[in-house]
């Protein structure tokens, strides 16, 4: 055993784990966290639409959409807290004929059913007032001004640092790969060999929950992968709506959306389509094609001439198509986060909040913590700052005046500030700081990233990868290549 008992262990650092964690470390617990990547959100949290839903899609009796109107309206709050950028813009299904405006009419019933306060069911002129740019075509709609936007790997980090902060330990690099128990603890075993004992366990393995279930010798289910695919466009493209754009949803997916990133830019997707291959985060010629045509049905203006990016992440779903969030029945002290597929971003602080109650319900005993500190400090973004608040920032630390990342105005004090942070890979300094996601996709900045990696942690640039394990990004023969670096740093 490598560290002395935990109360609870999560396996997972996606969004549910870090909002779990970062419930529990407001109790007198000792919790690890527990993820095999090199960094937290690398799982299906890295990957999704970045929408928080309004609560109107699903019905009340499913679990997954309690905990989405719950976890809905807990997010001012979180922001206040944690400052991860989060705007509440509203959310617009399109209707383009008779049939479907009786769908809104049924997604606006079960929206009220479901108490979701201030939707409106449009006519068309409505509709046009709220989204200008919006296909004249449509004939109305529904209107849910409290959905909203997050960055969702700036929401995790957030939680997982705040947890930290609180006392939460965070292990990366750490797949779980076998279970055992001894007396009242589980063994958690890794396979460099690492292990840790906890009393508690929670499972929030994602894509792997599954597998993970498994090694525990609790229920048996199967996750369903469901990737879906999303194009991201160049921040001033004539298509960036008001709201999130809905068309009236499908049988299993909400349809293919036109959103306004909270960044600012405009992504258009996901697909929502059944695969074997859990790791495919491939992108199609012929996804993409479907893609813009059902946007463009939308919004006239999208336009393939925008694409800077494409991904894929994967929904993972169970076959009833609902969350199972549940203490085991065949393992005792063991809990079950399995299923999340969407809204899962929007509920997980109330999943937070669900399985403090079910660790509660299985002997967890829960005493508040006195110096409990739920907030961050705040992060500074250039892009935001007006040219007089820019000099005063520069003139108290200069390293803010050099920018490494052109299109997204990212300075060399962020890059500093997110590898001190603990994200030492090139993916987690971009999710952090969004150095390399604007139009050049990292062309300009990587290099000057990896300088300052080097010069920051004392490694060999042929040591950094871009998401951990074989990605490496600079080969010993290349590196042999590379100019020295001569004078001033980056
Ligand atoms: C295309 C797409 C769009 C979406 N859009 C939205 C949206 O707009 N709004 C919304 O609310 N939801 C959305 N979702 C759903 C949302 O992204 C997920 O519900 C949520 O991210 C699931 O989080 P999680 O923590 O359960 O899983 P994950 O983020 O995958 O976290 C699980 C973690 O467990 C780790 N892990 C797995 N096995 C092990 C092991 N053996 N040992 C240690 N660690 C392990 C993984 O590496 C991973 O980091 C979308 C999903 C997709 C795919």
Redesign the pocket.
């Known amino acids: 055993m490598n560290q002395s008992p935990f109360d609870v262990a999560i396996?997972?650092?996606?969004?549910?784990?870090?909002a779990i964690a970062r419930t529990l470390s407001a109790y007198r617990l000792r919790v690890v966290l527990?993820?095999?990547?090199a960094d937290?959100?690398?799982?299906?949290?890295?990957?999704?639409?970045?929408?928080?839903?309004a609560g109107f899609h699903h019905p009340a009796t499913s679990l997954k959409a309690k905990l989405?109107i719950q976890g809905n309206l807990m997010f001012e709050k979180l922001y206040y807290e944690l400052g991860f950028p989060f705007k509440r813009v509203g959310v617009l299904v399109v209707a383009f004929s008779e049939e479907e405006m009786k769908t809104a009419a049924h997604l606006f019933s079960q929206g009220e059913e479901n108490g979701v306060a201030d939707l409106e069911l449009c006519g068309a002129e409505r509709v046009r007032a709220l989204e200008p740019k919006v296909n004249r075509d449509a004939v109305g709609g529904l209107y849910a001004p409290g959905g909203g936007i997050i960055e969702?790997y700036r929401f995790?980090f957030a939680l997982v640092e705040c947890a930290i902060a609180n006392g939460c330990v965070l292990s990366t690099g750490?797949?779980?790969?076998a279970v055992r128990r001894q007396r009242e603890y589980f063994i958690l075993a890794?396979r460099s060999g690492r292990s840790v004992a906890a009393r508690y366990a929670v499972n929030?393995?994602?894509?792997?929950?599954d597998?993970?279930s498994a090694?525990f010798g609790a229920e048996q289910f199967t996750i369903i992968p469901?990737?879906?695919?999303?194009y991201l466009l160049d921040r001033g493209a004539e298509a960036f709506p008001n709201h999130v754009l809905f068309p009236v949803p499908a049988k299993k997916s909400k349809g293919i959306l036109v959103i306004p990133t909270v960044e600012g830019t405009t992504m258009v997707?996901?697909t929502a389509v059944e695969v074997e291959d859990r790791e495919d985060v491939s992108t199609s010629a012929s996804n993409l094609k479907a893609v813009f045509a059902h946007a463009k049905h939308l919004m006239p203006s999208v336009s393939r001439r925008d694409i800077i990016t494409s991904f894929?992440?994967?929904?993972?779903a169970l076959a009833t198509g609902d969350f199972y969030i549940a203490v085991s029945k065949k393992v005792p002290r063991l809990v079950q986060?399995a299923g999340?597929?969407?809204?899962?971003?929007?509920?997980?602080p109330a999943i937070g909040e669900y399985v403090k109650e079910l660790l509660k319900s299985c002997g967890c005993s829960l005493t508040e913590k006195p110096h409990f500190n739920p907030m961050l400090p705040k992060i500074t973004t250039l892009r935001d700052c007006s040219p007089e608040a820019m000099e005063q920032i520069i003139a108290h630390n200069p390293q803010y005046g050099n920018i490494i990342c052109r299109c997204e105005t990212v300075s060399e004090a962020q890059i500093v500030e997110a590898i001190r942070k603990g994200h030492v890979t090139l993916d987690g300094i971009k999710f952090y700081t969004r150095a390399g996601m604007g139009r050049c996709q990292g062309g300009f900045c990587t290099y000057k990233i990896l300088k300052i990696l080097a010069r920051e942690t004392g490694k060999k640039m042929t040591e950094f990868t871009k998401r951990g394990g074989e990605s490496v990004i600079v080969k010993e023969t290349l590196s042999a290549a590379l100019p020295r670096t001569r004078g001033a740093p980056p």
């Open positions: 396996i997972g650092a996606g969004v549910c784990g870090a527990l993820e095999k990547e937290v959100a690398f799982g299906v949290s890295k990957a999704n639409s970045g929408i928080i839903h989405e969702p995790v750490f797949d779980v790969s890794a929030a393995a994602g894509l792997h929950a597998a993970v090694m469901r990737k879906g695919e999303e997707g996901p894929a992440g994967m929904r993972p986060v999340i597929q969407s809204p899962g971003l929007t509920a997980s």
